[in-house]
């Protein structure tokens, strides 16, 4: 059973991040702690009771596709009507759109709740969420008028479709056409794995395709964005005509099962009618936009699949009796939990947990800066370190989100083998996480060129700068060890960064070889930093007496993940420094 992890939750916005993140943002100013409690009280409520019940069925029981359309597991249309009605989907949509403009730093946290209840669900209102934000930036009145109110209030979903069978990430092969006719186009080509690109939740799904206008330039720069809906809205509003499109399949997959990942057929008799979004031959830089918002969604799915799995793993540790610990002053066997192998392993799964909260939390709150500061320069600085951090949460936090859910099964032992636990279930559900919306290379790679090498590291270093001022500060004694630990660290990621931009420069070729150790090596210190800072608010509150235990166990945590975890930022310095060479040098035809 899952439970929504609250007051984690709450410790991570309140002390972690703090209401002073907002501070300057005169669209948030009704945000509050009270406000955010409530929200998060009731998405806890509506995941542990509707989402939750559902999680393991709608595994065994699969999305079902036939000629006429797709079928959902049982009980995911009753809780779309409840996330419908109970306005989940409004939150971080624009009020002049029907939505409740709240800060993405509060949706966030709530939609760590949805997806550790139940990812293959919660990957319908995630999509659609990105189609309304690529349509609210680029869109005419006329098209925010007639697809936002409705995707907003979750009665149409949402799609993007990037992908075809002979070109994955490499969207230059894209075969997908457009012709004009009048001021619309007709769509022809194929897409695959388009998530729930057909389904039975909701009276209408708005595509948004990527194809070819005839006759424009080769490669990414003559792709241009199309919203293509299944059915063409009349003028009024209402269902018009049912487009020339058709869901072909659906995928069999690894896990997520309750999500249809379709195979999507536009254009088989005159053409799928389509509307340019924007201009012409700037799709890309478009369909980027809804990519962001997604990899930010796919970095706190991956923690969210973590802390289920490891919700599974203490419930097991905690039940499951065998052995004598070693060093116990009593015989005879006790519950794993009390094992130092165990406690180990439970810890790295909750200390990593924390820390991918935290640093996601951290970048949704630059996200509303960036958006929302009544201060220019704060927006640009905020956008900055938004840039930066994306690519770190998605790739981070999924990687992590899949080693955690492969330590919940090793928890369990053999029975973490057996589907019946359920701890099989989430590691199959995380590995997507590694691959949707951009590889783990390819975040690594856009980290590595595009956000931290091509300003020359000033965006990088003005993070730093700002870590290392705020761990100079004193802490409580109990909070002491975790400051010193996360300092060092800090001070061997800055020499690394700049030894290996050195590198890059020399040689392009470094860049791709060590992309994804330096990925990591970023997300641990980060996570490090922001560890230490947990830290330091819960020495405070715990000195205070208040709620001691739960203050004791952010003690606790922080503490493994100093002495644990944080060493291995000199082997990814080590390796990141000496090992570009044993890839560039390597001989394809022998590997």
Request: overall charge negative; aromatic content about 6%; hydrophobic content about 40%.
């Amino acid at each position: 059973m899952y439970r929504a992890p609250l007051k984690d939750i709450q410790f991570a916005l309140h002390e972690v991040i703090g209401p002073q993140a907002l501070a300057g943002c005169p669209l948030y100013a009704d945000y509050s702690l009270d406000l955010a409690d409530s929200i998060l009280s009731e998405a806890g409520r509506y995941a542990e009771e509707v989402l939750d019940p559902v999680w393991q069925s709608a595994d065994r029981e699969g999305a079902h596709w036939t000629a006429d359309g797709v079928t959902t597991p049982k009980g995911f249309k009753e809780a779309y009507a409840q996330l419908i009605d109970g306005g989940w989907t409004t939150l971080n949509g624009p009020t002049e759109y029907g939505g409740q403009s709240m800060p993405s730093l509060l949706c966030t946290a709530v939609e760590e709740i949805l997806a550790g209840a139940n990812l293959a669900f919660r990957l319908c209102p995630l999509l659609s969420a990105g189609a309304a934000e690529a349509i609210l930036e680029v869109g005419t009145e006329e098209q925010k008028a007639t697809y936002l109110p409705k995707l907003v209030s979750g009665h149409w979903t949402g799609t993007m479709n990037l992908t075809e069978p002979q070109a994955g990430s490499d969207l230059a092969l894209l075969r997908s056409r457009a012709v004009r006719d009048g001021d619309r186009y007709r769509i022809f080509g194929q897409k695959i794995f388009i998530t729930y690109g057909e389904h039975d939740l909701a009276e209408n799904i708005v595509h948004l395709v990527l194809a070819r206008v005839e006759g424009a330039p080769a490669g990414v720069k003559g792709i241009s964005l199309f919203i293509v809906p299944k059915f063409i809205p009349n003028a009024d509003g209402t269902l018009g005509a049912r487009n020339d499109l058709r869901c072909t399949g659906i995928e069999h997959k690894l896990g997520i099962k309750g999500s249809p990942t379709a195979q999507m057929s536009y254009g088989e008799k005159d053409g799928a009618i389509g509307f340019l979004l924007g201009q012409e031959n700037r799709g890309l830089e478009y369909m980027f936009i809804m990519m962001n918002a997604a990899r930010l969604g796919v970095g706190l799915e991956g923690y969210a699949v973590g802390e289920r799995a490891y919700q599974r793993a203490l419930d097991w540790a905690r039940n499951r009796v065998q052995g004598t610990p070693l060093g116990a002053t009593t015989p005879g066997a006790q519950p794993i939990v009390n094992h130092p192998d165990v406690k180990r392993m439970l810890l790295g799964m909750r200390s990593q947990i924390e820390a991918c909260r935290y640093m996601t939390l951290y970048g949704a709150s630059q996200l509303d800066r960036a958006a929302a500061h009544d201060d220019p320069e704060v927006k640009r600085a905020a956008q900055a370190r938004v840039d930066l951090m994306i690519p770190i949460i998605k790739g981070c936090c999924t990687e992590i989100g899949l080693e955690v859910a492969s330590t919940g099964i090793q928890v369990h032992g053999g029975m973490g083998f057996i589907e019946d636990t359920g701890a099989a279930q989430s590691m199959r559900d995380a590995r997507i996480g590694t691959i949707y919306e951009g590889t783990t290379g390819i975040q690594a790679t856009d980290l590595a060129g595009r956000k931290f090498a091509r300003d020359g590291g000033a965006a990088m270093t003005s993070l730093l700068t700002d870590i290392q001022a705020e761990l100079t500060q004193p802490v409580a004694a109990a909070a002491e060890p975790v400051r010193q630990a996360a300092l060092a660290a800090v001070g061997t990621y800055a020499k690394c960064a700049q030894d290996y931009l050195q590198a890059m420069g020399g040689d392009v070729r470094v860049l791709g070889a060590v992309a994804v150790p330096f990925l990591r090596l970023s997300g641990l210190v980060i996570g490090g930093w922001l560890q230490a800072r947990a830290a330091a608010r819960a020495a405070v509150l715990f000195e205070a007496g208040v709620d001691p235990d739960f203050h004791k166990g952010k003690l606790q945590s922080a503490r493994f993940y100093a002495e644990h975890l944080l060493p291995l930022a000199r082997g990814y310095a080590g390796l990141i420094g000496g090992g570009a060479g044993a890839v560039i040098d390597a001989d394809p035809l022998l590997l």
